[in-house]
């Protein structure tokens, strides 16, 4: 697969990435990533289900039990669920083959079941003054972040996030991805792992945003930070890096989407930036 083809194929519970973009630890998930073309992930957290190869015909290698795949991805045994997903995938490669400028979204659906499940109520998005952000169905690589996970965004907004990072580095200023696109499954996920520490829903809610209602969702928003700085906090606006993405961000459509005092509510986030022309 050409690097310029390195993309995220987004689906309703799982996501498929390039194998070659994933890293596994244990020498047999190695193994099986180094010979696949595809890795099916979990998307509440990421975690690895099947290595895919296509070819004539498709062969994968479970990579998770059968406990591990989302209850709705489909019904029947682990291997009939990677074979659900593995069609999934091959239908939505033929689409792109066929269609490559799509910017589709998922269907909402399956974020109000996340809301309903945590009992946050319909009037959030009014009383927020934010809207329900869908998910794009297909996603661009765009470098690796800090914790060299790899980073996906809309086309466009990825290609404008190299191009900052470019001219940053030309005046001596290092930007770092902390993390780009998230989707429903997975914000739904953090609320999941917090409440299983302790946290209720209103106390989470104060830190990060309904399942839904954040930006990360549309894949043109960017948690940016500079070496040696810790990520996502107000610290980061005394740094070198801030002040040149208050100076130069806006000449490559960048919009810092939460000041202080900002309409939704939402506490100063001076590392999240948002690509306005999505
Ligand atoms: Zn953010």
């Given at each position: 697969m050409l690097q310029r083809d390195w993309r995220l194929l987004n689906f309703d519970t799982v996501d498929a990435i390039p194998a070659a973009l994933a890293r596994g630890r244990a020498n047999a998930v190695a193994r099986a990533l180094a010979q696949a073309d595809w890795l099916l992930r979990r998307k509440t957290d990421g975690r690895y289900l099947a290595a895919v190869r296509l070819g004539v015909s498709a062969r994968w290698q479970l990579l998770a039990p059968a406990n591990a795949w989302p209850r709705d991805a489909a019904c029947g045994t682990r291997g009939q669920r990677a074979q659900t997903g593995v069609?999934?995938?091959?239908?939505?490669?033929?689409?792109?083959?066929?269609?490559?400028?799509?910017?589709?979204?998922?269907?909402?659906?399956?974020?109000?079941?996340?809301?309903?499940?945590?009992?946050?109520?319909?009037?959030?998005?009014?009383?927020?003054?934010?809207?329900?952000?869908?998910?794009?169905?297909?996603?661009?690589?765009?470098?690796?972040d800090r914790y060299r996970r790899p980073l996906f965004l809309q086309a466009a907004a990825a290609a404008a996030w190299s191009r900052m990072r470019a001219a940053a580095a030309a005046d001596g200023v290092r930007l770092e991805a902390i993390s780009g696109f998230r989707s429903h499954a997975y914000q739904a996920g953090i609320f999941a792992r917090k409440r299983a520490r302790g946290q209720g829903v209103e106390e989470i809610l104060q830190v990060n945003a309904a399942p839904g209602y954040s930006e990360h969702h549309g894949g043109c928003a960017l948690d940016v930070?500079?070496?040696?700085?810790?990520?996502?906090?107000?610290?980061?606006?005394?740094?070198?890096?801030?002040?040149?993405?208050?100076?130069?961000?806006?000449?490559?459509?960048?919009?810092?989407?939460?000041?202080?005092?900002?309409p939704h509510g939402i506490v100063y986030e001076p590392w999240h930036w948002c690509w306005r022309a999505c």
């Open positions: 069609d999934a995938l091959q239908r939505r490669l033929r689409e792109l083959a066929a269609r490559p400028a799509s910017h589709a979204t998922l269907p909402l659906d399956g974020v109000r079941r996340h809301l309903d499940a945590l009992g946050i109520s319909a009037d959030y998005g009014r009383r927020h003054a934010l809207d329900l952000v869908p998910e794009p169905r297909v996603l661009a690589f765009a470098g690796f930070g500079t070496p040696g700085e810790p990520a996502a906090q107000e610290s980061f606006e005394k740094t070198a890096a801030f002040a040149w993405l208050k100076m130069r961000a806006g000449d490559f459509g960048f919009v810092l989407s939460y000041p202080r005092g900002n």
